[in-house]
């Protein structure tokens, strides 16, 4: 205010107008503390005189509840000699009770002691009504807030439940070293009633009402500004801002105001008192004549708006500095500004609005009231306007409203399933649509029902278990993989994660999850483990072929060795001499049976053999091959029984695989079938079928071994002296010829010496006339051929030569290829076998350099190779010869290749000879 002057009285009468303008109530204390003044609109609000009010008589206008709180406040203030705050409920002259701010503060002497109180009440019913709602909305959304300025949440015991990382940065303390822990065991400096915080914090705690107060923290030397509210948990929240750069502005400012109030005493003592009210009002007051001019300011409003001086200020300065929104974004036009509002002679309170300052472009949110200051015949002489900052907390609102949204939007956007449950029971809270999508059910149907309900009844128990040791606090989260039912009925896979939120004293309220499908996972690492299983098995059974292989082949080979010794020591032509060609020739039919086997089974494996169809009987069939296969059954001591149906039993296929698929199981019959058993052979016809069974009395399957009967190398027969022999490849030729053919083979045993069935069923061929057979032709001789043979092996190539020889052929040899060539141009041969694998040019460069001679164009070249692949014949045919035969070659098939393949080229170069 101004400096002292003359006219102090009327100076003080206009003064007090002020006052009791003020949309607030004022009164003023002694240093005791015994009130001696209060405004006009004190007195009208509580409806009783002033005098009534002295002393300590207005404290019996406060709600009962908030007496002797507001007395131990007021007592604690004279105490000190410090500020005195509280909110409290003050009764109207109607009865009613509303909540009004009631501040206070000490003006001192010279030398510091106190001469008298001043304070304020300002009505806060609407705005204290609307914290406490704002305040339950806010302490709902907690769990959220992680951002934004300084903020904790205690528990109803004062411990740390909550911490963002503002105030870790504002308190220099980690999260770590708070959570759980008492507040005023982390801070003792604070702990006790000489503590504001202590103190403010217990009331909330205690009343349920929203504080709010700016105190000095000494450790840290900090001003912070503090808004303390009630959870709903039972606990508080506490907000912070640091108001240290503004405290050290009022403390300047309040210097200033002493010294000024010092001086005004010396004048006035009366009329310091009321500048020293007025000026000690936190909230910005600016007094307004009726012609807009500025009248006063005090300092709160100049520190606001950063206010140089209030001489000549008019409205005007205030529309050209700033621009008034209201919250909805609409501008204010002049008119509706709150001042001229005030300036018609209207009251309001706790209006809020935007504010922009046009030349720096700073915004805030502040709350307006206004009150017209009237003389003694009721004409309005001035208007007041109140202003509040109310930036932060709006701030802080809008700040929790994003986090609210963004959290939201997370949630129900999240590529994995979300959801909440009841720690309880288990129960759903709510879910995303995800979460919907992975287990097929609506959101309602989900939210009526319990996590237990998805769960695969297998996992139920174990993962209920797991869950709980989350919840009972052994372990931090809860994390599993788990079988789900769908709605559909289908069981899939998925992963799951959940932690607990917890309430102020540490009780689960509901734990917090994340939901992902991870079946196809599953069945590709079930897959993977089949795949490695198949690889280790397939990997034994190699193993254990190459032991048979290398067991089987041995065998001929001492037979052999022993025949071939007694032929050189025998007398030609004697039994021991035919005994011994007997063994050898069967040792030599078994080793090739064996490598033919071998071959087929690669053959079918990889789709190479070529079925050659045509109309078989197999009745027929089968009884030729019963007896052809007869005295191996008289010469092991079995009975073979034959039983074949009369009709005819036609089939289209190839007679030489069928024979392969009959006579293996004939043999197998013989092989495991002990001397007096039986075998029963039958073929007759079931629906549109052929049907051939095998069965014996012997030996059996093992319940273990049947499934498997039909995979390559398996064999019932794992003794070490193998003594039935083989390479367990005859039940898988079976199988492949018999699908070749669209027909299927089953295996049948009651277990080991309980003997065996196995049922052949092929599709019955059309009913269609079958051609008469040609009457055999006569026999005729087999004309000699002259043959070339080419083979690097000197006795492979000399004893062909000599069994050809035997045959009335006359035969030449060449143990290497360009040898081979000259000799073939001296001996103009009918037929050349040739070996594939010779040193230096090989069999095909052979071919292919015949082909090219035009002498030799014409010879008829047959191909000798252990490899009989598909490939192999290709490859031969592509470098030009006529026939492929593997190695070693069958003799009669050779003889008869000899008199009736190659006679077509044979005559065909006899004409262009």
């Avoid at 307006?368 to 202003?387: H, M, N």
């Avoid at 490939?871 to 009669?892: C, I, W, Y």
Wanted: hydrophobic share 40%.
């Amino acid at each position: 205010m101004a400096e002292p002057r003359a006219g102090a009285a009327p100076a003080e009468g206009r003064c007090r107008r002020i006052l009791d303008s003020l949309p607030g109530l004022v009164w003023a204390c002694r240093a005791d503390g015994a009130c001696d003044f209060v405004s006009a609109s004190w007195v009208a609000y509580t409806g009783l005189p002033a005098p009534e009010h002295h002393g300590l008589g207005w404290q019996r206008v406060l709600h009962p509840d908030d007496q002797a709180r507001a007395a131990r406040a007021w007592a604690s203030a004279l105490a000190s000699a410090g500020c005195f705050e509280i909110e409290a409920r003050l009764r109207r002259h109607d009865g009613v009770y509303r909540w009004f701010s009631l501040r206070s503060a000490p003006s001192r002497d010279d030398h510091g002691a106190v001469v008298a109180w001043s304070g304020i009440a300002v009505d806060v019913h609407e705005q204290h009504e609307h914290a406490r709602h704002e305040a339950a909305d806010l302490a709902r959304a907690f769990d959220v807030l992680d951002r934004g300025e300084p903020c904790y949440v205690l528990d109803h015991d004062f411990r740390y439940v909550f911490v963002n990382p503002a105030q870790e940065r504002l308190s220099l303390k980690m999260r770590g070293e708070t959570l759980g822990r008492c507040i005023w065991e982390v801070f003792p400096s604070v702990a006790g009633p000489h503590s504001r915080y202590f103190r403010e914090y217990h009331r909330v705690m205690r009343e349920r009402v929203p504080v709010e107060f700016d105190e000095y923290y000494a450790p840290l030397d900090l001003w912070t500004h503090v808004n303390v509210y009630p959870t709903k948990e039972g606990g508080i929240a506490v907000f912070f801002r640091d108001v240290t750069a503004r405290k050290r502005a009022e403390e300047e400012r309040g210097r200033l105001v002493v010294a000024l109030r010092e001086t005004a005493a010396r004048a006035n003592q009366s009329r310091a008192q009321l500048e020293a009210v007025f000026q000690a009002i936190p909230d910005g007051i600016v007094v307004f004549d009726m012609n807009g001019h500025v009248i006063l300011v005090n300092d709160a409003e100049a520190a606001l708006h950063d206010f140089k001086s209030s001489k000549q200020m008019r409205l005007e300065y205030f529309t050209s500095f700033f621009e008034l929104t209201d919250l909805d974004g609409r501008v204010l036009s002049v008119d509706a500004w709150p001042v001229s509002r005030a300036l018609r002679g209207e009251s309001f309170a706790g209006w809020q609005l935007h504010a922009r300052r046009r030349d720096t472009g700073r915004e805030w949110f502040l709350s307006f009231s206004g009150e017209p200051v009237r003389d003694e015949e009721g004409k309005q002489i001035l208007a007041i306007v109140v202003t509040r900052d109310v930036t932060e907390f709006k701030r802080a609102e809008e700040a929790l409203r994003q986090s609210e949204a963004q959290y939201r939007a997370f949630f129900e956007m999240a590529i994995v399933g979300m959801g909440q449950l009841d720690p309880a029971t288990g129960r759903i809270l709510c879910v995303n649509d995800r979460y919907c999508d992975i287990t097929g059910y609506s959101r309602e149907e989900l939210l009526s029902g319990s996590v237990r309900d998805l769960t695969h009844p297998d996992d139920r128990h174990e993962d209920w278990e797991r869950y709980s040791r989350m919840i009972r606090g052994e372990v931090d989260e809860y994390c599993a993989e788990k079988r789900y039912i769908r709605k559909d009925g289908r069981i899939i896979w998925v992963h799951v994660a959940a932690r607990l939120i917890r309430d102020a004293a540490g009780k689960p309220i509901r734990s917090v999850g994340i939901l992902e499908d991870i079946t196809q996972r599953k069945k590709a690492e079930q897959a993977l483990r089949e795949s490695e299983a198949a690889l280790r098995a397939a990997d034994r059974h190699k193993d254990e072929f190459l032991a048979m292989l290398s067991h089987e082949l041995r065998n001929p080979l001492a037979p052999i060795r022993n025949g071939l010794y007694i032929l050189e020591h025998a007398a030609p032509g004697g039994p021991q001499a035919l005994r011994a060609h007997a063994a050898i020739v069967r040792q030599v039919t078994h080793m090739t049976r064996l490598i033919d086997d071998l071959l087929d089974v690669t053959r079918i494996s990889r789709g190479k053999i070529q079925l050659q169809r045509e109309r078989v009987e197999l009745g027929e069939l089968v009884r030729r091959l019963a007896e052809d296969l007869g005295p191996t059954f008289e010469q092991a001591g079995v009975e073979l029984e034959v039983e074949v149906e009369p009709a005819s039993l036609d089939v289209d296929g190839d007679p030489t695989r069928l024979a392969q698929v009959v006579g293996n199981l004939l043999t197998n019959a013989v092989k495991f079938t002990p001397r007096a058993g039986h075998a029963f052979l039958s073929a007759k016809r079931e629906g549109n079928q052929a049907v051939v069974r095998v069965r014996d009395d012997g030996a059996g399957i093992a319940p273990e071994t049947l499934p498997h009967v039909f995979e390559p190398f398996v064999q019932a027969d794992r003794t070490l002296d193998r003594s039935r022999g083989g390479l367990g490849l005859g039940l898988s030729l079976v199988k492949g010829l018999c699908e070749m053919h669209g027909g299927t083979v089953t295996a049948e045993s009651a277990g080991l010496g309980r003997g065996a069935v196995f049922t052949v069923r092929l599709p019955l061929a059309p009913e269609i006339a079958r051609s008469l057979a040609a009457a055999p032709a006569a026999a005729t001789r087999k004309p000699a051929r002259r043959v070339l043979v080419i083979e690097d092996n000197v006795d492979a190539a000399e004893t062909l030569r000599d069994a050809l020889g035997m045959g009335d052929h006359v035969v030449e040899v060449a143990f290497a290829g360009p040898e081979g060539i000259e000799k073939a141009r001296r001996f103009k041969p009918d037929v050349v076998l040739c070996d594939i694998g010779l040193p230096g040019m090989d069999g095909y460069g052979v071919a292919r350099t015949m082909r090219a001679d035009p002498k030799l164009r014409s010879v008829y070249l047959v191909a000798l190779s252990g490899y009989a692949l598909q490939e192999d014949v290709e490859r031969s045919r592509q470098a030009g010869f006529d026939r492929h035969m593997a190695k070693p070659p069958n003799l009669t098939a050779l003889e008869k290749m000899l008199s009736e393949v190659g006679r077509s080229k044979l005559e065909e170069a006899a004409g262009t000879g």
